[in-house]
């Protein structure tokens, strides 16, 4: 397989440059964008396969970015980077369409490996992002009864199954490792990690966002 | 509001310390700063006398004023002038030196407040000839409160000036300093008409309007009174709001920038001076980062005490703990929170040692701890992919560590698993049920 061509889109000069000569041999940097405005139309000219993106960017939320490409770009994949780990911005970023969330003191070679995960159609989960999810898809409370039930169930529940490979995330296991532990296979946990992306991203229920909001002021 | 007895010793003379009497008893029910008696500049109307004596007791402001109001009202003005001694004689927050021992000094302003004062009595023995009526008894107060606010003007601190001058602002528009606008002109001409026509209706002695005379005269007096300041009150009270806002922002800048300071600033110090040990450096950048994060997106002062109230609080700080104390990286999740009971307490503490445990002997680069808040249920998982041990053949040290972390689970009702082999890292595994009252989220 070839090397995953990559945009890196973040306000800190130091940390692009940072990313690009660590990453510089095992993907290619095509570009990078330091606000969403040239982001936008850097990605459009470029097509890479990942965009590496700051959940925080002076003109507007990370968010922006994704929104605006995927309407016109369906194809490009986002990796969300973040310094902050507030839940309201990593689930603001995820729902609009990224396909996985790390923090920025990952290390090169786990970073290289999940834009790898990405550019393939995986989801990548960091161990605080699998929390968050545990947490926001926790056996809430029943939803009063004058809430209509969602129009798909289950995309508001995770599986058990689900559940367990959300755990063992959060406790810093590899795919690999969680395959052996659960004796499945690595691609059954890549397919799990992927249905529980898009239950994040699709599910309507409202407790998610709220949850996020809550979970800052808490 | 200090007893007024008091106020009146003061005024003859009697100026040593301010007494610790409670006013009116109640300072076995209220609880003040127990400081001494300053005035409160930044909350302060006018001088902060009201706001300092409100914070010494723990009355609210508002009270302290609407009793002084009634203080003036019954004994016919003397409020105003009781106001401005406690002006002159009460320091203001932060300082020791009240504004008087200023202007004991200050000839100048001593001849200016002798001058007003006499200027005012001379006016005052003229209309008392003219016979003034009740308002010449409420004037005769204010040559004290003149005389003082001459000298609080020449000697007081920024803050009493800027008042001063709102205060006397409309004095200005009298004189001519400020030209007034078309509306305020007219707002004026009306607030002068009412104004007449309320005294005139006070003094008149029509005897079939007797009775009337002291209501409608005094509605049309405050309406005239209203009408002529409510304007410049209303701009005093947004100037004063504004001037909050801005002292506010300006101790938040503080805040921040002393923060940044003590913590940040210093660590990079730190950092730079270590520069040739990495394990030193990472724990070092780590620290600081957790630090700065809390206090950035959770809003929690890292210092803050009681943080342990909860599991998740009970978490945070065994991480702490053990990268402050080991250098090595903890990396924690916490999905839901409760507060501990005495269950709780005892995972955490077995958490902790388990925790520890593994910085210390497992030579691995980072350790994850996982806690989960379930119905029924918290389970914390620790977990590092370092060497490992064979649990046969463990050293008579760690042996004790791994059974007092047992122990402490099973007394409570707990479970504690270790899952291990060499070469394969160790996971401990704590399970305690809850207590049948689940108490906070889950």
Known sequence: ?218 | MEHPDRWHRDQLGHRGPFGRHGPFGLRERRSGHGGPLRREPADRLGGGVAAGIAAWRGFSPTTVRIVFVLVTLVSAGWGVPLYVLAWLFIPATGTDANIFSKARTDAGGIRLAVGLASLLIFVLLVAGALNGGWFISWAWPQVFSVAGLALIWRNGAEEDQATLRHLLEPLGVATGDVRPTRRSALRLVIAGALMAGGLGWLFSAHASLALLRPLGGVLLVIAAIVLALGPWWLRIARDLALERQAKARAEERVDIAARVHDSVLQTLALIQRRADDPQKVIQLARMQERELRSWLFEGRDPDEAGEELTVAGGVRKIQQDVEARYGVPVEAVTVGDCDLDDNLTALLAAAGEATVNAAKWSGAGVISLFAEVEPGEVSIVVRDRGKGFDPEAVPEDRKGLAESVHGRMTRRGGTATVTTAPGEGTKVTLKMPRSSLPAGRT
């Open chain 1, 1 to 218: 397989m070839s090397m995953p061509r990559v945009v890196l889109v973040d306000d800190h000069g130091l940390f692009r440059s940072g990313v690009r000569a660590e990453l510089g041999r095992q993907v290619e940097v095509v570009g990078e964008a330091d606000d969403v405005q040239p982001a936008i139309d850097l990605i459009g000219e470029l097509l890479p396969d990942v965009v590496l993106l700051d959940v925080h960017l002076p003109g507007g939320g990370g968010q922006a970015v994704v929104q605006a490409v995927k309407a016109s770009h369906p194809e490009v994949r986002f990796l969300a980077l973040s310094a902050s780990d507030a839940p309201e911005d990593v689930i603001a970023v995820i729902r609009a369409g990224a396909r996985g969330y790390v923090t920025k003191t990952i290390s090169t070679a786990e970073l290289a490996d999940a834009v790898r995960r990405v550019a393939a159609g995986d989801a990548v989960f960091s161990h605080r992002l699998a929390g968050f999810v545990l947490d926001a898809f926790a056996a809430a409370p029943e939803a009063p009864s004058d809430v209509k039930p969602s129009f798909d169930s289950e995309l508001d529940q995770l599986t058990s199954r689900e559940r367990e490979v959300l755990r063992l995330i959060a406790q810093g296991y590899t795919y690999k490792e969680i395959a052996k532990e659960l004796f499945i296979s690595t691609k059954t946990v890549e397919s799990h990690v992927s249905s529980v992306l898009r239950k994040l991203q699709l599910s309507t229920r409202h407790q998610l966002t709220r949850w996020a909001a809550e979970r800052r002021l808490a």
